[in-house]
């Protein structure tokens, strides 16, 4: 398995930005697909993005649709998360992932978590 280590949240008025990184260690990180989800208090993770590892494909949730994009590095190990015109409703952890195979909004297709990072956004 990959190993997966988020930062970069924080606390951000409505309208803002905010940019997640994703550090991977442990395996060959561009044999990965990758996504980014999110669970807020009370609620089920949900699917937030998604990108093929080469890049060439990816998927958005359709409430960040336009305001978030997930790009990746396979030099650096990384895949980020860049939040613009952030929303109350928007506040969460954000988890990264890694799945063997195609980028999808499946959950059980995911086989490594990060620990997550927290994103608040204020009013």
């Known amino acids: 398995q990959v190993r997966l280590v988020e930062s970069g949240g924080g606390l951000v008025q409505a309208g803002g930005s905010l940019r997640l990184s994703c550090a991977a260690s442990g395996r060959t990180f561009s044999m990965y697909s990758m996504g980014w989800w999110r669970q807020a208090p009370g609620k089920e993770r949900e699917f937030v993005a998604a990108i093929s590892q080469s890049a060439g494909t990816t998927y958005y949730a359709d409430p960040v649709k336009g305001r978030f994009t997930i790009s990746r590095d396979n030099a650096k190990n990384t895949v980020y998360l860049q939040m613009n015109s952030l929303k109350p409703e928007d506040t969460a952890v954000y988890y990264c992932?890694?799945?063997?195979?195609?980028?999808?909004?499946?959950?059980?297709?995911?086989?490594?978590w990060g620990q997550g990072t927290q994103v608040t956004v204020s009013s």
């Open positions: 992932a890694a799945n063997a195979g195609a980028a999808s909004s499946r959950y059980y297709e995911y086989e490594s």
